[in-house]
Nanobody, 125 residues
Framework: QVTLVESGGGLVQAGGSLRLSCAAS????????MAWHRQAPGKQREVVAA????????????NYADSVKGRFTISRDNAKNTVYLQMNSLKPEDTGIYYC??????????????WGQGTQVTVSS
């Protein structure tokens, strides 16, 4: 089994920054796409940013929701099985629960999707 542990959420004023981390552990053979999703109050969960694996696609690429382009940066440390989300120039509309997503190939079960427990990000105006 695979476990994701998130950290880095909190309360910040508009214009501030936060850095989220998500570390995967367990019976990991290989990690594919890593991503961050968020769910704002009363809204559906949406993808914020995603990053592919150089080991899978021969290059590492990133994608962002239009609402966060130029403000958020997703990155990964493959040696640590960790994905990060650097969030700058935060706005009140960035408030929500942020969930880490990882596509993992385990030794026994092949490719599966795993989610973190979620971390609260609150941006005050």
């Amino acid at each position: 089994q695979v476990t994701l542990v998130e950290s880095g959420g909190g309360l910040v004023q508009a214009g501030g920054s936060l850095r989220l981390s998500c570390a995967a552990s367990g019976s990991i053979d290989r990690i594919g796409v890593m991503a961050w999703h968020r769910q704002a109050p009363g809204k559906q969960r949406e993808v914020v940013a995603a990053i592919t694996s150089r080991a899978i696609t021969s290059s590492e690429s990133t994608n962002y929701a239009d609402s966060v382009k130029g403000r958020f940066t997703i990155s990964r440390d493959n040696a640590k099985n960790t994905v990060y989300l650097q969030m700058n120039s935060l706005k009140p509309e960035d408030t929500g629960i942020y969930y880490c997503y990882v596509n993992v190939r385990t030794i026994l079960t092949g490719w599966n999707d795993f989610w973190g427990q979620g971390t609260q990000v609150t941006v005050s105006s």
